[in-house]
């Protein structure tokens, strides 16, 4: 199993930047893909963006340019650099580990509102 900790969510106009940071630890080594996902108000959950073990990212269209995903390995920890943030990606974001084998494990989601 594979424990996440998501932390960095707040209150921002628009514009602004956050930073999200999400802790992992458990079995680590069975993790071949991490994520970010957001769950809108009265919305489904969507994927934000990705990162293979390889390094490859992945963003949804509505990101791109703006949020910037990053791991660090050594210290078992996924980051979302989130800038010019607008009302629209008011959210709760919640991390995620794509394991080799066995179910998906999320964090707790943190909360993201951006104002006008």
């Known amino acids: 199993q594979v424990q996440l900790v998501e932390s960095g969510g707040g209150y921002v106009q628009a514009g602004g930047s956050l930073r999200l940071s999400c802790a992992a630890s458990g079995t680590i080594s069975r993790v071949i893909v991490m994520g970010w996902y957001r769950q809108p108000p009265g919305k489904q959950r969507e994927l934000v963006a990705s990162?293979?073990?390889?390094?490859?990212?992945d963003y949804a269209d509505s990101v791109k340019g703006r949020f910037t995903i990053s791991r660090n390995n050594a210290e078992n920890t996924l980051y979302l650099q989130m800038d010019n943030l607008k009302p629209e990606d008011t959210a709760v974001y919640y991390c995620n580990a794509r394991l080799l084998i066995g179910p998906d494990s999320w964090g707790q989601g943190t909360q993201v509102t951006v104002s006008s």
């Open positions: 990162i293979s073990s390889g390094g490859p990212t």
